[in-house]
């Protein structure tokens, strides 16, 4: 990109709070065209869990390109007795309430991701948690 644009390019990362740190860092930037944002689906949910935001995702930025498409996994303790999907769907509907996930942050793709994972198999998990853990 440096290459192709003849100019210096800064990386800053900032990550947290679902993605807010880095939408509201980009979001009050100048309007020089010099800023971009490399997010995901938390840009556009952001003021939809926390009014506070402070910005429409539809006015704050424009969308430039699509840069990269990905999947989210479904991954258990190797412990669980389940082996597939399907398996753990009916371990989860035995067990309401007794089990957690994490994601990337409250208003994250990956919370939602969850919330309608819930909603789709009608399983009920009374605990959401954002790990920061790593995992072992």
């Known amino acids: 990109m440096a290459r192709q644009l003849g100019e210096t390019i800064v990386i800053e990362n900032r990550p947290g709070a679902g993605s807010r740190l880095g939408v509201d860092a980009v979001a009050r930037a100048q309007p020089d065209g010099k800023t971009l944002l490399f997010t995901n689906t938390s840009y556009s949910i952001l003021p939809v869990v926390d009014p506070k935001?402070?910005?429409?995702?539809?006015?704050?930025?424009?969308?430039?390109?699509?840069s990269a498409l990905y999947g989210l996994q479904v991954v258990t303790?190797?412990?669980?007795?389940?082996?597939?999907?399907?398996?753990?769907?009916?371990?989860?509907?035995?067990?309401?309430?007794?089990?957690?996930?994490?994601?990337?942050?409250?208003?994250?793709?990956?919370?939602?991701?969850?919330?309608?994972?819930?909603?789709?198999?009608?399983?009920?998990?009374?605990?959401?948690?954002?790990?920061r853990r790593p995992v072992r």
């Open 53 to 66: 935001a402070g910005f429409d995702p539809e006015k704050a930025l424009l969308p430039v390109s699509v």
């Open 77 to 131: 303790r190797k412990d669980t007795p389940a082996n597939t999907l399907q398996e753990f769907v009916a371990y989860a509907k035995k067990n309401p309430g007794k089990l957690s996930y994490g994601s990337a942050g409250v208003g994250s793709g990956s919370h939602f991701a969850g919330e309608y994972f819930k909603a789709l198999t009608g399983t009920f998990w009374s605990t959401f948690r954002t790990s």
